[in-house]
C-alpha cells in the first residue's frame, strides 16, 4: 500500500532564507505532483513532475524527483511571505493499476517578514 | 472554460440526514475524484471514476456513495449524515496521457453535520 511521508510537517522561516521540503513515498512511482494551498482555499497544481530526474523550476521554488529514492524535494530559495502557504506531494499510484491517490500529509509554511 | 464548479459551498445538516454535493467539470476530463480533508490535516480519496459508469472506492469510501452517468458530472452522496463527516469535500479532475496530468479542483463544499 502506497504511503506518502512529507517532512518537515510545518516549517516557520525568515524571509531571505532557504529551505527544502522532502516528500518520501513507499512504493515505485514515476511521477509526482506537488499542489498549493492557501488558507481556507481549494489547491492548485504547482509543479508535474514525469519522470526520474525530473526538475522544474518556478521563480522561488524548484522540484525535483528521484524515482529510484522514492523521493521528491521541493527546494525554496530566498524565501518571501508570499510563499506562506501548505505544500502537497502527491505521486502517482499508476504502477499499482489503480488510480488510488495518497497525498502527502503536508507542509505548513509560514515565511516571517 | 469554468473548470470544475461544486455546490453547494457551505451546508449544515443534522445527524441522520441525506445530501448529495455536486461536482461538474467542463474540461472534458475522464478521470474524477472526491476527496475530503479534515481541520489542518491532508486530503484522503473517498472515491474515483475513471470514465463514465465506471467508479472504484478510494482509501475512505464507507458512509459515502457515487454515480458517474457523464463525463461532465460525479455527484458525492451522503447516507444518514454523522459528524464524523464534518469536513471540507473537494472535486477534481484530470486527463492522464493528455494535456492534464495534474488535477485540477473544484472550490470545496464545507460540510458540517451537528
Redesign the interface.
Known amino acids: 500500500e502506497l504511503k506518502v511521508e512529507q517532512n518537515p510537517l510545518f516549517l516557520s522561516m525568515q524571509e531571505g532564507k532557504n529551505y527544502t521540503i522532502y516528500c518520501n513515498y513507499s512504493t515505485t512511482s514515476d ?1 509526482l ?1 506537488w ?1 498549493r494551498q492557501d488558507p481556507g ?5 504547482l509543479f ?1 513532475l ?1 519522470s526520474n530526474g525530473a526538475v522544474k523550476q518556478e521563480g522561488r521554488l524548484m522540484a525535483s524527483l528521484d524515482t529510484k529514492a522514492r523521493l521528491s524535494t521541493l527546494h525554496i530559495t530566498a524565501a518571501v511571505h508570499d510563499l506562506s502557504a501548505t505544500y ?1 506531494c ?1 505521486p ?1 499510484p ?1 504502477n499499482s493499476g ?9 507542509t505548513r509554511l509560514k515565511v516571517l517578514a | 472554460n469554468a473548470g470544475v464548479t461544486q455546490t453547494p459551498k457551505f451546508r449544515i445538516l443534522k445527524i441522520g440526514q441525506s445530501m448529495t454535493l455536486q461536482c461538474t467539470q467542463d474540461m472534458n476530463h475522464n ?1 474524477m ?1 472526491w ?1 475530503r480533508q479534515d481541520p489542518g ?5 473517498i472515491y ?1 471514476s ?1 470514465g463514465a459508469g465506471i467508479t ?1 472506492k ?2 475512505v469510501p464507507n458512509g459515502y456513495n457515487v454515480s458517474r452517468s457523464t463525463t461532465e458530472d460525479f455527484p458525492l452522496r451522503l447516507e444518514l449524515a454523522a459528524p464524523s463527516q464534518t469536513s471540507v469535500y ?1 472535486c ?1 479532475s484530470s486527463f ?1 496521457g493528455q494535456s492534464s ?8 463544499t464545507r460540510l458540517t453535520v451537528t
Open positions: 511521477r505532483y499542489y482555499k481549494s489547491l492548485e497544481s508535474v514525469l502537497f502527491a502517482e499508476r489503480t488510480y488510488k491517490y495518497i497525498f502527502g500529509t503536508g | 478521470y475524484y476527496y490535516m491532508g486530503l484522503k480519496l474515483y475513471v472504484d478510494g482509501e473537494f477534481a492522464p496530468y495534474e488535477q485540477y479542483f473544484g472550490p470545496g
